[in-house]
């Protein structure tokens, strides 16, 4: 997901009590029930006596960590407060968070998710979208999509590895309108073919003379809209957070140049691993690896962008950039007390495409490591706390769900 915004520090909520003098069907006590009888006894500030602010607080995310999708139709959880990204500065923002099942009776699939976020920071930047996983009934089929605006002041130093390095920075803004979908049906145990539907809508402004040069004097607006095919292996227990299971997604995409604002037709394909394993006791070990392969003539928007709060964190998202993007990160997630957990990952990451100077060089890949903490916000949905470090950068952000 341009995904993942980032989130929230600090929770709140409210939970009430009901007053004493009503039964449970709500009608008038007896007077000669205990309960009556004891109430007549008691000091009038002690029948609406609440708990504290920071109680109700506590009680509150206390049953937010407590899986009651068999009971209800959606269990929503509401959250805000500050956020932080290297690329996007100080914020706040609003969260809700919902698990669900499309069928109740089926306790042998994991629940559905579904999350609506808006946020906006001291630095310009604002976005409202939605995003989730639904998995139908008997896990036959599922759907992950997405939907977002953006607008964002951002950082410019060129396309590729040497410019990003040799530059200075520029800078400009960015707007940009995404809505993805993919849908993929079961056809073999934990193997799945399917479709994906994408459109972006891309516009760039205030640009300098360097800003222009850096993207090559190509346009500041493009508009694209994909159709691909999806062929997928998937065994995770749980997509927001998983322990263990294995997930292989080979994705390609084509942009037609009849349903764009592109002087050619597109083509990207992408290529994920994830491999997760319990190694001890509330403890997993969990590796990625991804490849994002797009079109030779693709315009600056489509360009792959290394950082962000997924993948080489801590790194800028978008000053290495270029068409072809490769990365590997091994993390260990250890829960500590409660709902508390920290992590500890490394990585390394490679920008490069076919341009003279520009292809792929080992001596051009770049190095990531950090720490992270971890709150569970819903049951194994996770707040997560990182801090990445990379070559002469390093970055602290706020996310929810596990980067992989």
């Known amino acids: 997901m341009f995904r993942r915004i980032v989130l929230f520090f600090m929770l709140f ?10 039964s ?6 007896s007077p000669a029930t205990p309960a009556a009888v004891d109430s007549l006894s008691l000091p009038a500030d002690t029948l609406v006596r609440r708990r504290s602010f920071v109680g109700r607080i506590i009680d509150y995310f206390g049953k937010s960590a407590v899986d009651r999708t068999f009971e209800k ?28 099942r499309i069928d109740r009776t089926d306790s042998l699939i994991p629940p559905s998710d579904v999350s609506v976020f808006a946020t906006v920071s001291i630095s310009g930047f604002y976005s409202v979208g939605v995003e989730g996983n639904t998995y139908f009934r008997r896990s036959r089929s599922k759907m992950d999509y997405q939907a977002m605006f953006v607008s964002a002041p951002r950082d410019l130093w060129g396309i590729g590895y040497c410019d990003a390095r040799r530059n200075p920075e520029t800078s400009y803004v960015e ?17 799945y073919v399917g479709s994906r539907l994408s459109f972006q809508h891309t516009d760039g402004t205030k640009f300098d003379a360097a800003g222009d040069s850096y993207i090559r004097h190509q346009k500041h607006s493009y508009t694209l809209t994909g159709i691909g095919a999806i062929v997928e ?46 190694v001890w006791k509330d403890c997993t070990l ?27 964190r801590g790194y800028y998202e978008g000053r290495y950039t270029d068409n072809c993007l490769l990365t590997v990160q091994l993390e260990l997630r250890q829960r500590i007390w409660r709902r508390f957990g920290c992590t500890v990952w490394g990585g390394a990451g490679n920008v490069f495409s076919e341009r003279s100077g520009d292809r792929f060089d080992w001596s051009h890949t770049l190095p990531n490591y950090g720490v992270g903490l971890r709150w569970e916000f819903k049951k194994r ?17 706020l996310s929810i769900n596990e980067a992989f």
């Open 175 to 191: 707007k940009q309108y995404k809505v993805h979908a993919r849908y993929v049906y079961r056809v073999l145990p934990h193997t």
């Open 233 to 278: 292996y998937d065994s995770r227990d749980f997509i927001p957070g998983p322990w263990r299971g294995l997930y292989a997604s080979l994705e390609g995409t084509v942009f037609p140049k009849a349903l764009g604002s592109c002087e050619t037709t597109l083509y990207r394909a992408t290529f994920t691993f994830d491999w997760y394993q319990r």
């Open 73 to 100: 139709k959606i269990d929503l959880t509401f959250a805000g407060g500050p956020n932080y990204s290297k690329t996007n500065n100080f914020g706040i923002g609003v969260l809700a968070a919902g698990l669900y």
């Open 13 to 22: 909520g409210s939970c009430f009590v009901v007053r004493a003098g009503v």
């Open 286 to 312: 969990a590796f990625d690896f991804y490849g994002e392969f797009n079109s030779a003539a693709a315009p600056w928007p489509m360009l792959a962008r290394m950082g962000g709060s997924r993948r080489m």
């Open 381 to 397: 949905v996770n707040v997560r706390v990182d801090y990445g470090f990379g070559r002469k950068t390093s970055g602290f952000l």
């Open 24 to 29: 449970p069907s709500g009608g008038p006590q």
